[in-house]
Structure formats: C-alpha cells, structure tokens
C-alpha cells in the first residue's frame, strides 16, 4: 500500500557522444588557435597547440572535467582521445601538404546564429512557401589555385561510408546538404565557392597493419577519407 516513490538514480556517463564530442570541440580550437592550415604548421609547433586546445576545452567543458576528475576510466578514455588526435593532426598535415586544398574554415554555421557564415539553404515548394536546412560544417578547405573549389570534410570518430540507397531515396542528405550549403557561396572574401565534394574523414584510424621492415618509417595516410564529388 505504501512506496517511497523513488526513481532510479541517473548515473553520469561518458559515452562514445560525448568523445565525438570532445574531438570536434578540440579539432576547432586548434583551428582558431593557430588561424591557418595545419599543414602551414611546424609538426612540433603543431602539436603544441594541439595540447594548448585540449587544455582550453577541458577546462571549458565542465561535465567532461568533473567526470574525467571522478572516474579513472573517463580519465583514462580522454588521454586515449588525446593520443588519437596527435595522431590525426600528424595525418592531416601529411594529408594537406599532399594537395592545393587549405583548411579555411571550421565549425561553419550556414543559416545559424544572428550572423551565419554561409546562408541557409533555401528550397521554394509549389504553394508559395519555402524550407529552410540550417547546419554546421566541421572543416571546410579551399584550393589555393584561386579556383574557388572546396571541398567539405565531416569528422566521424571511425570510419564512415555514405550509404548510396539512402542517398537516392533522399533519407542521406548530410553530405549533400553541404555541397548546396557551400555552393555559389563567398566566404572570407573567397568566392563563388564551387563544391567539389563532401567527404566524412575518420578521426580515428582504426587498426593498422605494419611488417617489421616498415617501423619506423613514415606511415602512410591511414585515414581514408569517403564521400562524393560534386
């Protein structure tokens, strides 16, 4: 007849979120911190601002501080992320020096905010009305050719393949979307953008297979990239 009524106690958890999480708010700070391509970096250089960013975002990002304070295994899952992303940023210098495309741009808002970077995208309907797709773009690089072509990297924590049938039955439209977002676009007095593709780059490289000739040496580009051409 009687019962306290209590409800079960909600436990504070870090999950594989709110590392996705932890890596994009990092991977931005390092862009604003050191305000051009990371391949334009000394590797050295490069990666001490990438300690300077972790540094920022944990002491910003309370929840994550606080949980990485009261649990080894959060503690010890943040240092693993930590090593992931020395890894991607040595990557992605190896991966901009390979090419003419410059990172230019990071968490870019189109049609969010009092003052977005890019303008959302509008789609007029038949009945005199209009959708609007507002979103953010993890990385955008322009070719330094003054082509004006870009090319959209979204980051995944692992690697990501576009799932092709959803793309043609309209149920995957991330990768898409940003090509529209972009295209036709100025942005930081660069312009017309011309979307050349939008890809969903692996944060983490998984496992890697090496012979024993091969330690030591230079790795390759372990972080294949997937996605579409405009």
Same mark, same amino acid.
């Given at each position: ?38 391949? #334009? ?9 990438? +300690? ?6 944990? =002491?910003? $990002? %309370? @929840? ?73 773009? #993890? ?9 004006? +072509? ?6 995944? =924590?692992? $690697? %990501? @393949? ?69």
């Amino acid at each position: 007849k009687y019962g306290l009524g209590l409800d079960e106690r909600r436990q504070a958890k870090f999950d594989a979120l709110d590392l996705g999480d932890f890596y994009h708010q990092v991977l931005d700070r390092l862009f604003k911190q050191i305000k051009c391509d990371p391949g #334009d970096v000394d590797l050295k250089m490069l990666k001490k601002e990438l +300690a300077l960013a972790v540094e920022y975002v944990l =002491s910003h $990002a %309370t @929840r994550i501080k606080d949980l990485s304070e009261r649990s080894r295994l959060v503690n010890a899952v943040i240092k693993f992320g930590i090593d992931v992303l020395e890894d991607l940023v040595t990557e992605l210098k190896q991966l901009s020096n390979a090419g003419i495309f410059k990172q230019t741009g990071s968490e870019i808002g189109f049609g969010t905010g009092d003052n977005p970077e890019l303008a959302a995208i509008d789609i007029r309907l038949d009945n005199n009305r209009a959708i609007a797709f507002t979103g953010k773009i #993890d990385r955008m690089d322009i070719a330094a050719d003054n082509s004006n +072509a870009v090319i959209i990297f979204d980051y995944k =924590s692992s $690697a %990501t @393949r576009p799932d092709w049938s959803n793309i043609a039955h309209g149920l995957d439209m991330q990768l898409l979307s940003y090509l529209l977002a972009v295209n036709g676009q100025y942005y930081k007095g660069r312009g017309p953008l011309k979307a050349a593709g939008a890809f969903y780059l692996p944060i983490n490289s998984g496992l890697i297979s090496e012979d024993y000739d091969s330690l030591g040496c230079e790795r390759q580009f372990s972080r294949k990239s997937q996605g579409i051409f405009n």
